[in-house]
């Protein structure tokens, strides 16, 4: 067994994590399933680092980490934000903004 | 990758991946969000395993701990909407949705698996000795080869912060109403002069989402809290203390005897 498993592993959570954000409609699910993506990422770049001898692919990881962190913060805002007009976290309802 | 590592991977990998479908399948959001903290953690674990002990207490600290801490925190403010409506906007979509990430999964895996089965792997023990460890490795290439990208992190951090503060944050218009002003117009409009019922007065238990009963035994949802009654959490009535009420009255059942009469009763004397 190489290291592969691991990469075969991320495509499935990637997998996964598109089909929550296909199907779920509630704003911070669907959050959630991005977030699922981003970490089969790094464990994909972490595999590689691994397979190829050098850190890069970790110091990569390291900065996906870092941007989510920053992704959540402004995405839980807006979805407040929009909660609060909207009284709602369904994706189906902001639609009504061009109304 | 032998050994123990094979056990690891089965266990955490496939954990991992009950935690993701968790996560599709779970009606209420704070659920999902449970679901997903199990993922991240048994990442946390394979990351270990890949010789990146950095990043998986990383992975543990930013994300098990902050990340979905910040999820569930929004859930709560959020906590009235937070189950999925079942309507589908558009027709087939959730069904198509399957399909096509099915699709996109097999071409994924096997396109993966294909292009790596011959892959040996170096393995990054020289490269973490070589630093003398891990963490000095990853802070050797952040602060030599990815310095730019390092600084650019710090600005889309305070960005994020204040991004964050701003859109968070509610300008009050007007002066808030102060506690006679609120009870003036409660009273002139007549609408619940009174403050509400607690829940689970005169029911048989005082829990939060047990609604109280009114004097002729019905409940009434006025007495439970908004959030509770949005999330469908309303604990059904429970109606056989009335049934005991009601023999009592009729004397069909009398209370086991206490030993103790009026005269032990200590305001009697006063």
């Not at chain 2, 998986?56 to 909407?81: H, N, P």
Request: aromatic fraction near 6%; hydrophobic fraction near 55%; proline fraction near 4%.
């Amino acid at each position: 067994m190489s290291p592969s498993a691991y990469v075969v592993l991320a495509a499935i959570l990637f997998t996964l994590g598109s089909v929550g954000v296909l199907v779920r409609r509630n704003a911070i699910v669907m959050f959630m399933s991005v977030e699922m993506m981003l970490n089969a990422c790094n464990l994909a770049f972490v595999a590689f680092a691994r397979m190829n001898g050098n850190l890069d692919g970790q110091v990569v990881a390291f900065f996906v980490m870092v941007v989510a962190a920053a992704e959540v913060v402004v995405g839980l805002a807006i979805i407040v934000t929009i909660f609060r007009t909207r009284r709602s976290a369904s994706v189906d309802e902001p639609n009504l903004l061009k109304y | 990758m032998e050994g123990s590592e094979v056990v690891v991977f089965w266990v955490c990998g496939t954990l991992a991946v009950i935690g993701a479908i968790g996560l599709i399948i779970s009606r209420k959001a704070v659920h999902s969000a449970l679901w997903v903290a199990l993922t991240m953690i048994n990442l946390a674990v394979l990351y270990i395993a890949n010789s990146a002990p950095f990043l998986g207490m990383v992975q543990i600290i930013v994300y098990t701990g902050a990340v979905m801490m910040l999820f569930l925190f929004v859930l709560m403010v959020v906590g009235v909407d937070s189950s999925d409506s079942l309507v589908e906007t558009l027709k087939g979509q959730r069904w198509a949705a399957i399909i096509l990430a099915f699709g996109f999964g097999i071409l994924l895996v096997s396109g993966v698996a294909n292009g790596l089965v011959e892959a040996n792997s170096i393995g990054l023990d020289a490269v973490n000795d070589a630093d003398g460890g891990n963490v000095q490795g990853i802070a050797r290439l952040l602060f030599t080869d990815y310095l730019l990208a390092f600084e650019a992190t710090s600005a889309l951090l305070i960005t994020a912060a204040l991004g964050a503060m701003v859109l968070a944050h509610r300008e009050r218009w007007k002066r808030a109403a102060t506690q006679r002003e609120l009870s003036e117009a409660r009273t002139r409009t007549g609408a619940g002069v009174v403050p509400l019922p607690n829940p689970g007065v005169y029911a048989r238990h005082n829990a939060v989402d047990t609604p109280a009963l009114l004097p002729d035994g019905t409940p009434t949802l006025l007495s439970v809290p908004e959030q509770v009654r949005g999330r469908g959490d309303v604990r059904p009535m429970d109606h056989s203390g009335l049934a005991e009420v009601d023999d009592l009255a009729s004397g069909a059942a009398a209370l086991p005897p206490t030993g103790r009469t009026l005269a032990d009763d200590p305001r009697a004397e006063s």
